[in-house]
C-alpha cells in the first residue's frame, strides 16, 4: 500500500466551477499536510499547509480528516489558471520523511 | 540573485557514464534535498543533507552520491548511470526538515541512452 494516494484524475471543470480533491494517507501518525501545485514541466510549488481545524486562503480551502486519514483541497470560482496538477504532501514519522502522492491533474475549461 | 538554482536543465548521458547534477541555494537553508519525478511514482526522495558534511539516504538512494561540502551547495553524482536513472530530477532546500514546506529548483531533465 502506497503511504500517501490521489485520484489522477483528470479532473476538467468549467471556469467558475467548483472542485474537490482528496488524498488519503496510510500512516495515522502523520502530522504535517501540504498541498503544493505543479505546472506542466515546472517545479512544484508550496500552495498551502493544511491545519487540523481546517484553513483557507481565498479560494481555497484545505481540510485534514485525521479519522479517515484524508486531506482535502478545495477550489471555488474556480480559474483558467487554475489548471495544474496538485500534489499532497503528508509526513511520515517513521525515518521522519515526507511522502508525496501522485498528483491530480486539473484543467479549467473556458 | 536570491533562490534555488540547478544545472544543467537538460542532460543526455551514456549508460555507464558518470554524471553530476548541480544545485545551488542562496537562502543558507539547513537542509537540501534530491527527489526523483517519474509518471505513477510521484517525487521520491533520493538523499537529503541537514547540514554540511551531512547526508541521509532518503526512499531511493541507490546509484546516487551526493556531497554537502559546503551549506549553499548540493550536488548529486550518478556513478554508473543507468536507462532507469532516466528521470527529472529536483533539488529542494528548507529551514526545517520539510515542516515549514519546500522550495523547489526548476529541474533537471536526465536521459541515460
Known amino acids: 500500500r502506497k503511504e500517501v494516494e490521489q485520484d489522477p484524475g483528470p479532473f476538467n471543470v468549467p471556469e467558475g466551477a467548483t472542485v474537490a480533491f482528496n488524498c488519503t494517507y496510510s500512516?495515522?501518525?502523520?502530522?504535517?499536510f501540504f498541498w503544493y501545485r505543479q505546472d506542466c514541466r515546472k517545479e512544484p510549488k508550496l500552495l498551502m499547509s493544511v491545519y487540523s481545524s481546517g484553513n483557507e486562503d481565498g479560494r481555497f480551502t484545505a481540510q485534514l480528516n485525521r479519522a479517515s486519514q484524508y486531506i482535502s483541497l478545495l477550489i471555488r470560482d474556480s480559474k483558467l489558471s487554475d489548471s495544474a496538477t496538485y500534489l499532497c504532501v503528508v509526513n511520515i514519522p517513521t525515518g521522519n520523511q515526507f511522502y508525496f502522492g501522485t498528483g491530480t491533474s486539473l484543467t479549467v475549461i473556458p | 540573485d536570491a533562490g534555488i538554482t540547478q544545472s544543467p536543465r537538460y542532460k543526455i548521458t551514456e549508460t555507464g557514464r558518470q554524471v553530476t547534477l548541480m544545485c545551488h541555494q542562496t537562502?543558507?537553508?539547513?537542509?537540501m534535498f534530491w527527489y526523483r519525478q517519474d509518471l505513477g511514482h510521484g517525487l521520491r526522495l533520493i538523499y537529503y543533507?541537514?547540514?554540511?558534511?551531512?547526508?541521509d539516504k532518503g526512499e531511493v538512494p541507490d546509484g546516487y552520491v551526493v556531497s554537502r561540502s559546503k551549506t549553499e551547495n548540493f550536488p548529486l553524482t550518478l556513478e554508473s548511470a543507468t536507462r532507469s536513472q532516466t528521470s527529472v530530477y529536483f533539488c529542494a532546500s528548507s529551514e526545517s526538515k520539510g515542516y515549514s514546506g519546500y522550495t523547489f529548483g526548476s529541474g533537471t531533465r536526465l536521459t541515460v541512452v
Open positions: 543533507s541537514a547540514a554540511a558534511d551531512i547526508t
Open positions: 537562502w543558507s537553508h539547513s537542509y
Open positions: 500512516n495515522s501518525a502523520s502530522q504535517s
